[in-house]
């Protein structure tokens, strides 16, 4: 009896048990439904805020709030840095005192100013002078790297971690510190060597492609070893500083620049590849007869995507060394360069209408052309094949470049006032954003933010201040004298 009793109030209770949970649910439901409804301040998709009211451009910069310790010097580092400073960012720059970032000095143009080196790869930036090696110097160091989101340098290989500024030093300091380096190569038997931006390029088998066939490996003007591998170490940056939204924790970044020229040479590992099964019809040398060997060969100025292309001369060649245009025979317009060079029995001749005709016949077809050219200036060219979407490029002198007013009109060069050495022309931001507009800035002297960084960001008092400067942490030895670099 007392059994069946118990098991029938289990039985009825058995409905209210039930419920219980189910009630709970829907009150769990409702309430997360509430949660997530939107306000002004929160956010109304993907977790993203609600869209801004301000108009274009005075929304804040990219990275305005992210703060970067930048130890690096030369080219590489301050390449990457400087992008990051022209999307916002405050970038910190830390020099020895007396002495600051070698190029300082380097190639310098102007007596007792800054080089143009130094100038135009340190833009937007706030300089503060540190003698690492001094107990209050390191202590002004564990500070800046509590405050930092980012720190970026381009020492030789073990140089952080001798000054004791290991990874497992840093992430315990700071678990957000997101630390990015230039190094030559990544890990392997090179990775304790020191790398130059020609080297890079030697090593990133960019020298190996570049030049005529007949001559030596070349290295190119443009510095893809240092400000190429700058440009991929801000990317790097950019993404870790991503992914910490999510994660909370910082991490380590890596560009070596052996990497970064072969990214940038990739297309030469593609013909690598290609190479195996048989000749590269679009290079010259498959059209004059000359045999391929085991790797890639120099190629003069055969277009790298496929369709042939040249530099041509242009009217006044005799004198002006940069008259000349690149000229590139694309399939879909053949037609057109054939009526504008006088040849339209090449649109049906069998040995010129198609492409794979064309291949053994590249040197003739662009002599011809060139004898077109050459009646022209390389921008009445452009101006004429542009007209027929024909893909043309004049070879633009720095001269030229530093003079364009359309390239002054979009920022690409920028016209900054010195204290020291006057007005320069610097490259602005290659980056343009419609809601981040990037505004070019100067170079600081050096050490000229040390008292500024220490009272406002790092909260040191006056009082204290006068003591970091006469201990000699943020100031250079009365022997020391400013090096020179070679």
Excluded at 431 to 438: A, F, G, I
Aim: with cysteine.
């Amino acid at each position: 009896m007392a059994k069946g009793k118990k098991a029938k109030a289990r039985t009825k209770a058995k409905p209210k048990t039930k419920a219980k949970p189910k009630a709970k649910a829907a009150a769990k439901k409702v309430v997360r439904l509430k949660a997530k409804k939107p306000t002004a301040k929160k956010a109304v998709a993907n977790g993203l805020p609600k869209p801004s009211s301000k108009p274009w451009g005075e929304a804040g910069k990219a990275l305005d709030g992210v703060r970067i310790l930048d130890f690096t010097h030369v080219q590489s580092g301050p390449t990457c840095t400087q992008l990051l400073a022209y999307m916002g960012a405050d970038v910190i720059k830390v020099e020895r005192p007396g002495i600051g970032d070698i190029t300082r000095g380097q190639l310098r143009d102007v007596k007792s100013a800054d080089s143009l080196y130094f100038t135009m790869l340190n833009g937007n930036k706030r300089s503060i002078t540190i003698d690492s090696k001094h107990p209050k110097g390191k202590e002004i160091l564990e500070r800046l790297i509590k405050h930092c989101d980012v720190l970026v340098e381009n020492f030789a290989p073990g140089a952080l971690d001798r000054m004791g500024l290991t990874w497992e030093h840093i992430h315990k300091t700071n678990p957000r510190m997101i630390v990015a380096s230039v190094k030559g190569f990544g890990p392997g038997p090179y990775e304790d060597c020191k790398v130059y931006e020609n080297v890079a390029q030697c090593a990133g088998g960019s020298a190996s492609t570049t030049g005529f066939r007949e001559g030596p490996p070349l290295v190119t003007g443009a510095q893809i070893g240092d400000s190429g591998t700058g440009l991929h170490l801000a990317f790097g940056i950019v993404s870790a500083l991503y992914q910490r939204i999510r994660t909370g924790r910082g991490q380590r970044v890596l560009c070596a620049m052996q990497d970064g020229v072969l990214n940038l040479a990739r297309v030469k590992l593609r013909d690598q590849q290609r190479l195996k099964h048989g000749p590269l019809t679009e290079y010259s040398q498959y059209g004059e007869g000359i045999a391929f060997g085991e790797a890639v060969p120099r190629a003069g100025n055969d277009s790298g995507g496929g369709q042939p292309g040249w530099i041509l001369k242009c009217k006044g060649w005799e004198t002006d060394p940069d008259a000349y245009i690149y000229f590139i025979t694309q399939a879909p317009v053949w037609e057109a360069i054939c009526d504008l060079i006088g040849k339209p029995e090449w649109k049906t001749d069998p040995d010129y209408a198609k492409p794979p005709a064309r291949l053994p016949r590249l040197k003739h077809i662009f002599n011809t052309i060139e004898q077109w050219t050459m009646t022209k200036t390389k921008f009445e060219v452009m101006d004429i094949c542009n007209a027929h979407d024909i893909p043309v490029g004049p070879i633009l002198s720095m001269k030229e470049i530093a003079e364009e007013k359309s390239l002054r009109k979009t920022g690409t060069v920028v016209e900054v006032d010195h204290p020291t050495r006057g007005k320069y022309l610097t490259v602005g931001n290659p980056v343009k954003m419609s809601d981040s507009v990037t505004e070019v800035k100067r170079s600081p002297l050096l050490g000229e933010h040390t008292e500024e960084i220490l009272r406002k960001e790092l909260g040191y008092t006056e009082q204290d201040i006068a003591e970091i400067k006469t201990s000699g942490a943020i100031t250079a030895p009365e022997k020391g004298a400013r090096a020179e670099a070679a």
